[in-house]
Every structure is written in C-alpha cells, then in structure tokens.
C-alpha cells in the first residue's frame, strides 16, 4: 500500500532540492511547483511503475533508493541503474511519448513526488533553466550508460564487480573510520544482475576480495578497505 501524505511538504524544503533539475527555480516558482506535486512514501518491494505501462507523469526522489529495472526475454529481471535523493525517473517516457521502458520498484521505505505529465510539459515550455537541466540529466543518464556499456563489455566478472563497488563507493559511500561504508542495501541477486553474472560467481569473487582484504563485510552491509587495489583490478586510471 502506498502511503500519500497529507500535507504536502514544500518542494523548497526538501532535502535534496540542490540535487535535482528544479534546484534553479525561484521561491515562487517551487511553491507553485509544491501545488502540483502528490507526495507519496513507497515501501520496501512496492513499484512506482512497471514496464510497458503507460506514462502520467514523472517522479522525483526525495529520499531512498529505487532501482530501475527491465525484463529479459529469458524472464529474468536485469537491473538498468539505481535511482537515489534528488533523481527523477520517468522522464524519458514523457518525452519520448511512450510507455515506460523499465519498472521503477523501491529498495527501501522511499519518499517520492509524482509530478503530472500535463504539468512537467507546460514547465518544461515555460522555465528555459528547467529544461537546460532536463537535458543535461539525460546527457550525464546517456553518457552514464554508454560508458558503463563501453567498460563492462571489455571486462571479466572480477574486473567488472570491483568497478561495480567503486561506482557504489562513489555513489553511496560513508566514511566510517578509515574504512567507506556501501550505504545501499543490495542482494547478492541485485548486485549479480547489475553486472550480468550468475549469483554463485558473484558471491565466489566477493569471498576472494574478503579474504585478499580488499573488503569487509558485517551482517549485509560491505565496506570498502583497499580502493588502491580495486582499481587496480578494475583497470582504471586516475
């Protein structure tokens, strides 16, 4: 069951403001913008959208992490991205006038704001700045993509899975003494289906990178130890 919220809180408020295409906007601007949102808290499992569904609108990520997925035709769920504080998903179906591409499901308790199409469009049209950050975030998604497609394709599992932790390193990393904590809750299935292995070789190469202290693990939660050595692994230069 999704949870709407009642008082919709003030897009000016929000935590991740900075982070997302609407941050230049001015303080009349995001109030505006605050009447036109639904404010809604996604559990753990629940989907935003799924594939193939038609398109309403566009969400944006107050705060939680979702994961965007897509359907093989073997039937088994690849993971495209991970979506967190600040990202909106959803837009490329806007624009493109399709149906969503992929299914959008929460990792967590995840608080999102859906934005109406008809609204999105008309602000788009209207707000140059929003449509300059529009475009620049689906430049970074592309450029994102394609660079994740040119590394992984030259890559063995090892290779790609230290990548992998760097990316969540750098993505959701929380220093915790000398050590950086994966602030992101991933399965071992998640983490197989992000770069394309089995779940048994993922959980093989993460043993050896343990027991090389390259990282360490307590309860489900992973901590980066030896970044020097993972790069090395990864093949990337600095």
Do not use: W
């Not at 036109?36 to 990520?61: A, D, M, R, S, W």
């Amino acid at each position: 069951m999704v949870i709407q919220t009642q008082v919709p809180k003030q897009c000016e408020d929000c935590g991740s403001i900075s982070k997302g295409i609407f941050c230049n906007l001015s303080s009349p601007e995001l109030s505006e913008l605050s009447e036109h949102k639904v404010e809604n808290t996604y559990k753990k499992g629940q989907n935003l959208f799924i594939e193939g569904n038609p398109t309403y609108g566009l969400y944006c990520i107050s705060k939680g992490n979702i994961k965007i997925s897509r359907m093989g035709e073997n039937g088994k769920e690849s993971i495209v991205r991970i979506a967190s504080d600040g990202d909106v998903i959803g837009h490329r179906s806007i624009f493109s006038e399709s149906n969503f591409s992929a299914t959008a499901t929460a990792m967590e308790d995840t608080h999102v704001c859906f934005i109406d199409k008809k609204y999105i469009v008309d602000l788009v049209k209207e707000k140059p700045n929003v449509a300059s950050r529009l475009i620049e975030k689906l430049s970074r998604d592309l450029g994102a993509s394609e660079k994740k497609v040119a590394s992984f394709s030259s890559k063995n599992v090892r290779e790609k899975l230290a990548e992998l932790l760097l990316l969540l390193k750098e993505s959701h990393g929380v220093k915790e003494g000398e050590l950086t904590k994966i602030n992101l809750k991933l399965t071992r299935e998640e983490m197989a289906s992000l770069i394309g292995t089995a779940t048994e070789t993922l959980i093989r190469i993460l043993s050896e990178f343990k027991e090389d202290e390259l990282i360490e693990q307590s309860g489900k939660s992973l901590f980066i130890r030896n970044n020097d050595e993972l790069m090395r692994i990864a093949n990337i230069t600095m």
